[in-house]
């Protein structure tokens, strides 16, 4: 034990018995620095404090609904950019096909009908892929087959628009002989 702890155990009831002025407390914390934070300094970091949350959940959950807004929208709102846009190109283009052939197919509605059943297995099993690309991101297979599918489509659409243009030149009624 250190002489100077030896002499405060002994001598302890003596030295209880002195207070300090309040006055030297005053000037010992003033020396410290270890001063009460004011009221205004808690408050202004409290304010701090709660701005950064309410900013942080407002950014989540605006992002959030964004993105579930783009979903419930479409259901290619999960789509990379670049599929988007070939999907894009690949619907104009079934469009397109599309109405060329309606003209062609107005007097033939069991070909139209079975043409539209066939477009429609297709619609469908596009939506499937889609499910599973929305489930399955990058896996190249499901975007292969995604694309794969707007390729048939197109090729039936214009193979039966061949079809269809060869037997309307054929037809003897287009011919400007006919008349006679």
Not at 18 to 39: A, C, H, Q
Not at 134 to 147: H, R, T
Request: hydrophobic share 35%; with cysteine.
């Amino acid at each position: 034990m250190d002489k100077l702890e030896k002499y405060i155990l002994d001598n302890r009831d003596d030295l209880d018995r002195y207070n300090p002025d309040s006055s030297v407390w005053e000037n010992i914390e003033k020396n410290t620095g270890k001063k009460k934070p004011s009221f205004r300094k808690i408050f202004s970091r409290a304010a701090i404090v709660v701005l950064i949350t309410g900013l942080s959940f407002v950014a989540y959950f605006y992002f959030t609904t964004t993105s579930q807004t783009d979903n419930a929208g479409s259901t290619d709102g999960y789509l990379p950019s670049h599929l988007r846009e070939t999907e894009l190109y690949y619907s104009i283009k079934v469009n397109s096909l599309l109405e060329k052939t309606k003209p062609l197919l107005t007097d033939k509605p069991d070909l139209e009908e079975e043409l539209m059943k066939d477009i429609s297995v297709l619609d469908s099993i596009c939506i499937h892929i889609k499910n599973d690309l929305k489930d399955n991101i990058s896996n190249q297979e499901v975007i292969e087959a995604l694309i794969l599918n707007y390729r048939i489509k197109v090729d039936i659409l214009e193979e039966m628009l061949a079809v269809l243009e060869e037997k309307e030149n054929r037809n003897p009624k287009n011919s400007p002989y006919h008349e006679l």
